[in-house]
């Protein structure tokens, strides 16, 4: 999709000044009516124009082109117009500069063209590097596209009901969502051949590739070009075919590998080629994980895993020196909060979720049910009707858990929890909290109800429990003291309810929707009704989620903040390259706050947003996981936490997960992101 297609000319657009002026007209004292766009701070002087903009944001194509087998639509008048000079114009308009043959439909399109010959002669090509690799691009849409292989990353999401698929480009959505439609199957008649395709111009391409047969319309409309070469009969239909084909059979050109040495004939088959390359240190990669999970200490960057690492045997392993022991007994002894009996980090926490329900031990569902959630545009909701999943085969999740579609409610289920979180060494659950009589919309159970079994069952595995408290309705500052209260008196003197440096920890999500001056009320140490030297004074930990964030929590009287969100990238505080200066906010603060980054094994939420497939994050059996977790060791941070434990419906959970049809899964080993946890925890400890 070109750029301009939605792009609105500067003289249509009122900045944030409101005003222009000009000499030649005279003044007017009565206020002109501006419509304002609903999306961003836009104004417009005429509705038209106001329409014509938000189609930017809603991508809405009102305008489609009514030529014969042709589907394309388009977000303006003009642009459909222009568009059809490429069905019924001639190529009238010749590019005037020396040795360039190309012809032009329309004078905007030879004058798009010349604006290229222009600024290549003004000025060299800017080149954009990919922050993964050694490749360049001289466009930035390209660079954009390619590093989505890196990430993952699949931004187009397929629009038909029911379908999941995403794709990293348009032109791969457009090739699949041809799929979808009843009568489009074509198949090859010639005697014996059984190809058969739902896309035309792949089957074009195969009448012409594989039989040499070429429809007579397309002949008569479009002369095939025939090879110049002497004993070369081969014929095209296009300029660039021609080219390729020469360059490939017969001037040899070789592109090489700079790492193998192989050689191509063109360019694109080199980056084809290279893509080998990085799966193969990704391959290392994913090794020297797996070696680690298995009890072997990771190898560095410049070491060779090809010789595998010596697991000593227990009797074998050296006595630890003395002095370094005793160093270690003083630093335990100084950091009590730091590690339990079992092993466990109490400084590593995992967000928990204790809403879901079953039909066995609750009566009905509770969450595995979930309906699909709308978006906040009317176009969108067309697209994905809403639909309700139906557990126990069809549950609102991409992965399959271990325990099946279980209770939250059940002691056996919630030790099973406890064992698991154990053997990841995770130290703290941060339960979804809501006050009594609150739940999550979504939900049939009341949390506060199961919190005593939570905890009594957590002590048992010597875990810790912390609250994550979430925006239910009509929270305000005034609410979330009464919270703390209520909180510190029903479970403060719990031997399972955690406490970092002897103060209650507790999250508050979306903390941003209460303004700081109401938070200042309870955090502040002048703050009318504050909590602070108090036996109700906490570390509050709020959401940062948008540049700025850090220093408005501040100014509320927060202690600490964190990121929560699992998909890199898809707000300020979830893109890692942020994260130093977040935790440098919180260095400079006084007394200096706590920064908790949140790392994720990966994001997938479309059971429940069908339309929120851009934002999916592969989890690259790991990688991903490990790079949110590298990152976080990179800050030395003395709190991580995990997004999550078990939020099922958004695909972030590190809990077991089994293989099953239809469903995600993580490879041979459901106990593979506890492993990996437990790895990266002991890094941290280290």
Known sequence: MDEDEYSSSEEDEIGWEGEESSSDEPAVTSPRTLYSCQYCSATFRKHAKLARHLLTHTKERPYHCTFPGCEKCFGRKDHLTRHMLSHNAEFLFDCPYEGCQKKFKSEY?????????????????????????????????????????????????????????????????????????????????????????????????????????VKRSETTANPRILCTVP?????????????????????????????????????????????????????????????????????????????????LKKEEAPQKDTVNASKEENRQRQRPHLRGKKGVNYNVHAFYYPWYGSEAVNGEWSHWNHLTLPHWTEAVNRQ?????????????????????????????????????????????LAISWYPPHSRDDSALIFVDDFVPLILDIAAKYDEKVCFHI?????????????????????????????????????????????????????????????????????????????????????????????????????????????????????????????????????????????????????????????????????????????TSFNEWHEGSQIEKAVVKKGYENYGRDPSLYLKLTKRMVEQMRE
């Not at 979808?180 to 009448?207: A, I, P």
């Not at 193998?260 to 004939?265: N, R, S, W």
């Open 109 to 213: 399109n030879l004058n798009r063209h010349i604006k290229k010959h222009v600024q290549k002669e003004s000025q060299p090509p800017q080149l954009y590097k990919c922050s993964y690799c050694d490749l360049t691009f001289t466009k930035k849409q390209q660079l954009r596209k390619h590093e989505f292989l890196h990430t993952g990353i699949k931004p187009y999401p397929c629009s038909f009901p029911g379908c999941f698929q995403a794709f990293f480009s348009q032109a791969r959505l457009t090739i699949h969502e041809k799929t979808h439609k009843e009568g489009s199957e074509c198949v090859c008649s010639v005697t014996g051949c059984n190809f058969s395709t739902s896309n035309v111009d792949e089957f074009k391409k195969h009448l012409e590739m594989v039989h040499r047969i």
């Open 470 to 642: 979430e925006p239910y309705k009509d929270r305000s500052a005034a609410s979330v003291r009464s919270d703390i209260v209520y909180i510190i008196d029903k479970y403060g003197s719990h031997p399972a309810f955690y406490r970092y440096q002897n103060k209650p920890l507790m999250y508050i999500y979306d903390s941003y929707i209460i303004p700081f001056s109401e938070w200042r009320t309870i955090f502040s140490p002048q703050g009318a009704s504050t909590i602070r030297n108090t036996p109700y004074d906490i570390i509050a930990v709020g959401l940062v989620v948008q540049n700025g964030d850090c220093d408005s929590l501040a100014k509320g009287g927060f202690n600490g903040f964190y990121t929560y969100f699992a998909a890199q990238g898809f707000v300020f505080s979830s893109t890692l390259h942020h994260w130093p200066a977040l935790k440098e906010c919180a260095k400079r603060l006084q007394p200096p706050a706590l920064f908790i980054p949140s790392v994720g094994p990966g994001y997938d939420d479309s059971p429940v947003r069908p339309w929120n497939m851009a934002n999916t994050r592969a989890r690259r059996d790991g990688a991903y996981y490990e790079e949110m977790w590298n990152a976080a060791l990179d800050l030395e941070s003395e709190v991580v936490s995990i």
């Open 384 to 428: 994905y009707p809403q639909r309700q999943h139906q557990p126990p085969d069809d549950i609102a999740a991409r992965f399959y858990p271990s325990l099946g579609p279980y209770s939250s409610t059940d002691p056996a289920v919630i030790e099973d929890h406890m064992k698991q979180l154990v053997e990841a060494g995770v130290g703290v």
């Open 231 to 311: 004993g070369c009969g081969h014929t095209f239909i296009s300029k660039q075919s021609l080219a390729n084909h020469i360059a490939v059979y017969h001037h040899r050109r070789k592109y090489k590998c700079e790492v193998c040495g192989k050689e191509y004939a063109q360019p694109s088959s080199l980056s084809r080629h290279r893509v080998v390359h990085r799966a193969e240190e990704q391959e290392q990669k994913r090794k020297r994980m797996l070696a680690a999970l298995t009890g072997r200490k990771r190898a560095e960057p410049t070491q060779s895993i090809s010789v595998p690492d010596k697991v």
